[in-house]
């Protein structure tokens, strides 16, 4: 009798924790918005206009430290609204129907962007992503530590560094990097040249020290003068080591420098679509836009951002030119075949010993 | 019958536990080194994975290289602790336990942040190398250590030396000091009794601690990537690489068999060739 009794609670628990996921489930659609993002960039000051529209939303933030974890994450059925990949990565999005057309008349802010940037978001004539931030990737000095500054990217090879460069780990920046170096299109490659390249990127290693993997240990690396010279590094890197008063410079290589943008896209799956262009609309607002590109010292795709950005910052790094979009080597998309390529080199690289 | 039943109801927990946490996410990537990508079907199957592996003799250099790391870290780990687990034993007495906590102190703290520890020592503004300029024998601060197979190799050996000497420290203790005392009256003098008597009583103990060295350091990427720099990597980083950055489960898990059906090879040939002779001992 007794133990029938805690059975029929039981029971009665269990059906009220049953109705009650249900009516959470059922009152899903649009009152929550789940943002695949880097951490850093859950900032409110990035989207301040979509919290002013919508008071009663606070966005879940799901992070990811590096564009793979994301797109893995993606890819494994996880249910987002937005998603925040950098270029080289959107075609993969594209390709595996994760994210879907937008909708462009729906973005307010959109004829602001940099057309040469928004462009970059298309595929198949159809917008996909939402460029946000952009920046370089080149090579970053300690001109204390060093006899000659490096004016391109094959001085990375010379002998004079021997022992003192980092470069980032990464199977796409190494082979852009060498192809650069080597004159080649990476984009465009041989097998020949696919070998060429990784020859090269082994006759590296004496100059190496070490392969960075974060920003903050590319950064501690030259302050602390392990290294001088820091391979594939971002704005940030030259940014805070001159802010805390080291001698370095960021270079210009004769090649070009690399740079590349990141944007936003709408999961193809999204049950919150309208919550999600009011997001990305307000993210790329241009005071939003501007806090971001400050913080980070990245650029800003709002053309109308500029003004709002750091002068010295735009003076170094031409934030105001989007030409130099143009005339740096921009990373393209990359296909699966050509990623897989890319990385399998970089891993037999390292693997040489 | 009612042994045997409460046994069952002993082990069922456990193995249903292993079945489905272990061996079934085993099987599943033994599955996926025929995978044609880390995404998408399991069929129709591709040897690409292996067709990458076994076309390229870097991966087998690296793999024989961080197989002898981790030899070397096991042997110079025992070989450290055994005196230390041989003091503990034969000379603290009752402050022994006090004196094993002490030493495993240490691990109480994240694995991480200990490995960092190393890299503000070894570092060129670090501890040693700022020694060493007071001490005039260098001018200026290279990181000579930091970034190398040695580096890997000194924060390796630091880490484990406490988990080396604890089975050893166990066998010691289960001696029974009237071995001593025999060996004493017949006449052995102590370093004859310590090779004849202790030493072979502690061999298991030994073994024990030599797999709880190798086995974890053959598969290690953490400190390769903090203290390791170009020539430090292990096989470990790679396998890492292929599951993260790569997006190549396929070749991934197919490194990561090599190196189990590895593991195993090495066990047997431990067991087989090195005897753990377990001296009889009646009391």
Same mark, same amino acid.
């Given at each position: 009798?007794?133990?029938?009794?805690?059975?029929?609670?039981?029971?009665?628990?269990?059906?009220?924790?049953?109705?009650? /996921?249900?009516? !959470?489930?059922?009152?899903?659609?649009?009152?929550?918005?789940?943002?695949?993002?880097?951490?850093?960039?859950?900032?409110?000051?990035?989207?301040?206009?979509?919290?002013?529209?919508?008071?009663?939303?606070?966005? $879940?933030?799901?992070?990811?430290?590096?564009?793979?974890?994301?797109?893995?994450?993606?890819?494994?059925?996880?249910?987002?609204?937005?998603?925040?990949?950098?270029?080289?990565?959107?075609?993969?999005?594209?390709? /595996?129907?994760?994210?879907?057309?937008?909708?462009?008349?729906?973005?307010?802010?959109?004829?602001?962007?940099?057309?040469?940037?928004? $462009?970059?978001?298309?595929?198949?004539?159809?917008?996909?992503?939402?460029?946000?931030?952009?920046?370089?990737?080149?090579?970053?000095?300690?001109?204390?530590?060093?006899?000659?500054?490096?004016?391109?990217?094959?001085?990375?090879?010379?002998?004079?560094?021997?022992?003192?460069?980092?470069?980032?780990?990464?199977?796409?920046?190494?082979?852009?990097?060498?192809?650069? /170096?080597? !004159?080649?299109?990476?984009?465009?490659?041989?097998?020949?040249?696919?070998?060429?390249?990784?020859?090269?990127?082994?006759?590296?290693?004496?100059?190496?020290?070490?392969?960075?993997?974060?920003?903050?240990?590319?950064?501690?690396?030259?302050?602390?003068?392990?290294?001088?010279?820091?391979?594939?590094?971002?704005?940030?890197?030259?940014?805070?080591?001159?802010? $805390?008063?080291?001698?370095?410079?960021?270079?210009?290589?004769?090649?070009?420098?690399?740079?590349?943008?990141?944007?936003? !896209?709408?999961?193809?799956?999204?049950?919150?679509?309208?919550?999600?262009?009011?997001?990305?609309? /307000?993210?790329?607002?241009?005071?939003?836009?501007?806090?971001?590109?400050?913080?980070?010292?990245? !650029?800003?795709?709002?053309?109308?951002?500029?003004?709002?950005?750091?002068?010295?910052?735009?003076?170094?790094?031409?934030?105001?030119?989007?030409?130099?979009?143009?005339?740096?080597?921009?990373?393209?998309?990359?296909?699966?075949?050509?990623?897989?390529?890319?990385?399998?080199?970089?891993?037999?690289?390292?693997? $040489?010993? | 019958?009612?042994?045997?039943?409460?046994?069952?109801?002993?082990?069922?927990?456990?193995?249903?536990?292993?079945?489905?946490?272990?061996?079934?996410?085993?099987?599943?990537?033994?599955?996926?080194?025929?995978? @044609?990508?880390?995404?998408?079907?399991? &069929? +129709?199957?591709?040897?690409?994975?292996?067709?990458?592996?076994?076309?390229?003799?870097?991966?087998?250099?690296?793999?024989?290289?961080?197989?002898?790391?981790?030899?070397?870290?096991?042997?110079?780990?025992?070989?450290?602790?055994? +005196?230390?687990?041989?003091?503990?034993?034969?000379?603290?007495?009752?402050?022994?336990?006090?004196?094993?906590?002490? &030493?495993?102190?240490? @691990?109480?703290?994240?694995?991480?942040?200990? *490995?960092?520890?190393?890299?503000?020592?070894?570092?060129?503004?670090?501890?040693?190398?700022?020694?060493?300029?007071?001490?005039?024998?260098?001018?200026?601060?290279?990181?000579?250590?930091?970034?190398?197979?040695?580096?890997?190799?000194?924060?390796?050996?630091?880490?484990?030396?406490?988990?080396?000497?604890?089975?050893?420290?166990?066998?010691?203790?289960?001696?029974?000091?009237?071995?001593?005392?025999?060996?004493?009256?017949?006449?052995?003098?102590?370093?004859?009794?310590?090779?004849?008597?202790?030493?072979?009583?502690?061999?298991?103990? *030994?073994?024990?601690?030599?797999?709880?060295?190798?086995?974890?350091?053959?598969?290690?990427?953490?400190? +390769?990537?903090?203290?390791?720099?170009?020539?430090?990597?292990?096989?470990?980083?790679?396998?890492?690489?292929?599951?993260?950055?790569?997006?190549?489960?396929?070749?991934?898990?197919?490194?990561?068999?090599?190196?189990?059906?590895?593991?195993?090879?090495?066990?047997?040939?431990?067991?087989?060739?090195? +005897?753990?002779?377990?001296?009889?001992?009646?009391?």
């Amino acid at each position: 009798m007794k133990l029938n009794k805690i059975k029929n609670v039981v029971l009665l628990l269990l059906a009220a924790a049953v109705l009650a /996921a249900c009516g !959470g489930s059922a009152a899903a659609p649009n009152t929550q918005l789940i943002v695949l993002e880097w951490s850093g960039y859950e900032e409110p000051s990035y989207w301040e206009p979509f919290a002013l529209q919508h008071p009663e939303i606070a966005p $879940e933030y799901s992070f990811f430290g590096e564009d793979a974890e994301a797109f893995s994450k993606a890819q494994s059925g996880f249910q987002f609204d937005v998603v925040h990949p950098c270029g080289s990565w959107w075609g993969l999005y594209v390709e /595996a129907g994760l994210v879907q057309p937008l909708d462009v008349s729906r973005l307010s802010n959109f004829d602001k962007l940099f057309p040469t940037l928004a $462009e970059h978001g298309q595929f198949d004539g159809k917008q996909y992503f939402i460029p946000w931030d952009w920046a370089y990737e080149s090579i970053t000095v300690r001109t204390d530590l060093v006899d000659e500054v490096p004016d391109s990217w094959a001085d990375l090879w010379d002998p004079q560094y021997a022992g003192q460069v980092a470069i980032f780990d990464s199977g796409e920046s190494t082979f852009l990097t060498a192809a650069y /170096a080597l !004159g080649y299109d990476p984009y465009n490659t041989t097998p020949e040249q696919q070998e060429a390249i990784k020859q090269h990127l082994i006759a590296l290693k004496p100059n190496l020290l070490t392969y960075w993997v974060d920003y903050t240990e590319i950064n501690q690396l030259l302050a602390a003068g392990d290294v001088a010279v820091g391979a594939n590094t971002w704005n940030d890197a030259w940014a805070t080591l001159a802010d $805390e008063g080291y001698q370095v410079e960021y270079v210009n290589p004769k090649e070009g420098r690399i740079s590349y943008a990141c944007g936003f !896209g709408i999961s193809a799956n999204s049950t919150n679509v309208d919550l999600a262009y009011d997001y990305i609309n /307000a993210l790329i607002d241009a005071q939003s836009n501007a806090n971001m590109a400050n913080d980070f010292y990245y !650029g800003a795709a709002n053309m109308e951002s500029v003004p709002l950005l750091d002068p010295d910052l735009v003076d170094v790094f031409q934030f105001d030119d989007p030409a130099v979009l143009a005339s740096s080597n921009f990373q393209h998309p990359l296909t699966q075949e050509q990623r897989q390529m890319m990385t399998t080199i970089w891993n037999e690289v390292k693997a $040489e010993q | 019958m009612e042994n045997k039943r409460r046994l069952f109801a002993l082990i069922t927990p456990p193995s249903v536990f292993l079945l489905f946490f272990f061996m079934v996410p085993l099987v599943i990537m033994a599955l996926y080194t025929l995978k @044609a990508s880390s995404f998408g079907p399991l &069929l +129709p199957f591709s040897f690409t994975a292996f067709e990458n592996f076994f076309s390229n003799p870097s991966y087998f250099v690296l793999l024989l290289n961080s197989s002898r790391l981790a030899l070397l870290t096991a042997v110079l780990s025992i070989l450290l602790a055994y +005196p230390v687990a041989y003091y503990l034993v034969f000379y603290t007495g009752a402050r022994r336990v006090m004196l094993l906590t002490l &030493l495993i102190l240490p @691990a109480w703290i994240s694995y991480l942040l200990r *490995v960092l520890a190393w890299k503000v020592i070894l570092g060129s503004e670090g501890l040693l190398n700022q020694l060493l300029i007071q001490a005039g024998l260098i001018q200026d601060g290279a990181p000579i250590l930091l970034y190398s197979q040695a580096a890997v190799l000194i924060t390796l050996v630091y880490v484990w030396i406490p988990f080396a000497a604890l089975p050893i420290f166990a066998a010691m203790e289960r001696i029974d000091p009237r071995l001593h005392e025999a060996a004493a009256d017949l006449g052995a003098s102590p370093s004859v009794t310590f090779w004849r008597v202790t030493f072979p009583l502690t061999m298991p103990g *030994v073994a024990s601690a030599f797999f709880f060295v190798f086995i974890p350091t053959l598969g290690e990427w953490v400190t +390769p990537t903090l203290v390791g720099g170009v020539s430090g990597i292990m096989y470990g980083n790679l396998i890492q690489d292929q599951f993260g950055r790569a997006l190549n489960w396929p070749l991934g898990a197919l490194m990561s068999m090599v190196l189990l059906v590895l593991v195993g090879v090495f066990s047997y040939i431990f067991n087989r060739f090195i +005897p753990i002779t377990e001296v009889p001992v009646s009391s």
